[in-house]
């Protein structure tokens, strides 16, 4: 079993910054990529970010060059560092594998943002 911890989301305006963080822990030896995921109310749940056990990354189209994935393997920890918001980045933000173990999805971070 592994569990996957979200923190460090809330409210700010749109041009501001968050950094959300990750902490995974149980069986996360198995877990090569790591991704941020989100999901906007009505939406499915899409991924935004992955980030290799090697430090490679890749992001959506719609938040490349202001959100930046990294990661700390020896914490077990992954961050999303968030900038330039956009009210459209509104959603609930998790963590997971990638690809995702379905059955492990924690309770997300809300990040929301005004215009």
């Known amino acids: 079993q592994v569990q996957f911890v979200e923190s460090g989301g809330g409210l700010v305006q749109a041009g501001g910054s968050l950094r959300l963080s990750c902490a995974a822990s149980?069986?996360?030896?198995?877990?090569?990529?790591m991704g941020w995921y989100r999901q906007a109310p009505g939406t499915q749940r899409e991924l935004v970010a992955t980030i290799s056990s090697g430090g490679r990354t890749n992001y959506a189209d719609s938040v490349k060059g202001r959100f930046t994935i990294s990661r700390d393997n020896a914490k077990n920890t992954v961050h999303l560092q968030m900038t330039g918001l956009k009210p459209e980045d509104t959603a609930v933000y998790y963590c997971n594998a990638q690809p995702p173990w379905l059955d492990y999805w924690g309770q997300g971070t809300q990040v929301t943002v005004s215009s």
């Open positions: 149980g069986n996360t030896f198995s877990i090569n990529a």
